[in-house]
């Protein structure tokens, strides 16, 4: 998981908003970090760190070049449900070369997806044996130290929020695996202070859907 945002800042745009984003976000009940019932990866080594404190779970990027994640399971299957996930989280500075936020479609960490934000922009990223692409950019400006950043999957239709706001939809998604979890990368540092979910009921009537 490592040299990934130094590729994603040579093919930095800002060309999408949030356009045709009409859903609000779904009341969703939050949990500590420190639940037991949730497994999350903790570790301490040379180029980055994810450790259980009293006011959430650190995640540190130790080195520029270095990316810093970890994640768990959800109790629920992403392809046969509609599901909101959301985490609060507060980054130790908002910067454009400190990159944080949601990863999720957790394979392995090398193969997932996530939504990252900087001080001045976002991108939604599709990562497969370490190699990236961009599936989403655009502008995004941080008025806040404190952030929450949701996904809420409907119909096939994905849509990232930042403290309550659209950020942008995904129309077509597909979401395989049930590991969720954030990230943050080049010396950058967050805590994460409690995460929810919530699954809801699918509508049979949705339109198909192509993987992204």
Known sequence: MKKIFFMLMAVWGLTCGAQGVT?????VEMVSMAD?????????????????????????????DSLCATYCEMPFNTEDNDFVVIFDMKPESVDDK?????????????????MVLTKKGYQVLSVADGKVSVLRKGMYKAKSKDFSLAMYMKKGKLTFFVNGLPMCTMKNAVIKNPQFGFVVGNKGKMECKQFGYKVLERDTTSEETDEV
């Open 23 to 27: 859903d609000e976000l779904p009341e």
């Open 36 to 64: 037991p019932e949730y497994e999350w990866m903790q570790y301490d080594e040379k180029d980055s760190k994810a450790m259980l404190k009293k006011q959430g779970l650190e995640l540190e990027s130790k080195k520029d």
């Open 98 to 114: 400190k990159p944080f936020g949601i990863i999720y479609d957790v394979e392995n960490d090398v193969t997932y997806k996530a």
